[in-house]
């Protein structure tokens, strides 16, 4: 048995891929690579520096360590620093960690065929383990104990293994079909958020809605908006000050109907969201974010931790507004 620890953002979905390979014997999730000081998940959404890491142990005869990195450099963006999918920060960050040098070679020969895959130095830190903390108990095997939780991971890649036995040396990346995204997100979310269609006023379940907690794009699960920033506009839609953060959206000009109005898409996903407008509070800056319900899903703020949202915790404090 072997043991080889990979970071490779948000560790639920990572150690859920990692899983599904015949010779991997086991797997742990934790925190790696920062203070020596065990850290709790709070501080590590905090930035204490930790990257969150799975522990891997393989049955080398089963599968070697070259082919384990292969499998780990196809869900991840090798050259992305501090982000993969849509989460941002250091403990989301890249990294091949080693505790026997013995291995370093195999690791090597890996490392630089990826970086002339890439034709540009890679962001993946190579380095020995300095540290490893165990993460809490429910972080551990999450996505076996919550099927519909947050995975920056594409469904497809967790059938890799059946395509491995099957005797396919090379399997290339697949995106979600339409068929299948339309069967996951509904009718309705598919015709707004793909087709640009709006959903009739007043109809939206987040219209007169006000819970504290994330808006998030219902394709990628990306965050866009926060309760903090909603407002009953009476316009019949979901109305926001701005979003989260200025990049977390696109604006572009929409003559659609015969008129000229900003459409509103998520950065990530492309995904329609709505337009916005100039008729906001002017003590907000006065913008209006008319955004349909159905491009949206609601994270409560209690459940941010738990479906993967933490950092997200801090916006919700006015010290922190900007």
Wanted: hydrophobic share 30%.
């Amino acid at each position: 048995m072997k043991t080889i620890y990979l970071a490779g953002g948000c560790f639920w979905g990572v150690q859920k891929y990692l899983d599904q390979f015949s010779g991997v014997v086991s797997t742990e999730v934790g925190y790696a690579n920062g203070p020596e000081e065990k850290p709790t998940y709070q501080e590590v959404c905090e930035s204490s520096g930790h990257a969150e890491t799975v522990k891997v142990v393989y049955d080398e005869s089963k599968i070697n360590l070259s082919e384990l990195l292969h499998y780990y450099f196809m869900v991840i963006d090798p050259l992305s620093v501090n982000k993969q999918g849509n989460d941002r920060g250091i403990q989301y960050r890249t990294g091949i960690y080693y505790t026997d040098r013995n291995q370093l070679p195999e690791i090597e020969t890996v490392y630089h065929e990826q970086e002339q895959k890439a034709g540009a130095k890679l962001a993946v830190e190579l380095e020995p383990l300095r540290n490893f903390f165990t993460a809490e108990e429910y972080h551990q095997k999450y996505l076996e104990k919550n099927p519909g939780g947050y995975c920056h991971i594409p469904k497809t890649m967790f059938t890799l293994e059946e395509e491995r036995t099957a005797g396919k040396s090379a399997v290339e990346i697949k995106e979600e079909t339409p068929e299948e995204l339309r069967a996951r997100i509904g009718d309705l979310s598919y015709a707004v958020t793909q087709n640009a269609a709006t959903e009739r006023a007043f109809t939206g379940e987040y219209d007169d809605f006000f819970e504290k907690g994330l808006y998030v794009d219902i394709v990628s699960g990306e965050p866009l908006f926060t309760s903090m920033d909603k407002y009953d506009s009476g316009c019949g839609w979901p109305a926001f000050t701005k979003p989260i953060r200025s990049d977390a959206v696109s604006e572009s000009t929409d003559r659609s109907f015969g008129m000229i109005r900003t459409e509103v898409r998520s950065s990530g996903a492309d995904s329609h969201l709505g337009h916005v407008f100039n008729d906001g509070p002017k003590k907000t800056g006065g913008l209006r974010y008319c955004i349909n319900s159905a491009a949206l899903r609601f994270i409560p703020y209690k459940d941010l931790e738990t479906e993967g949202y933490g950092e997200y915790k801090s916006e919700f404090d006015e010290g922190n507004r900007r």
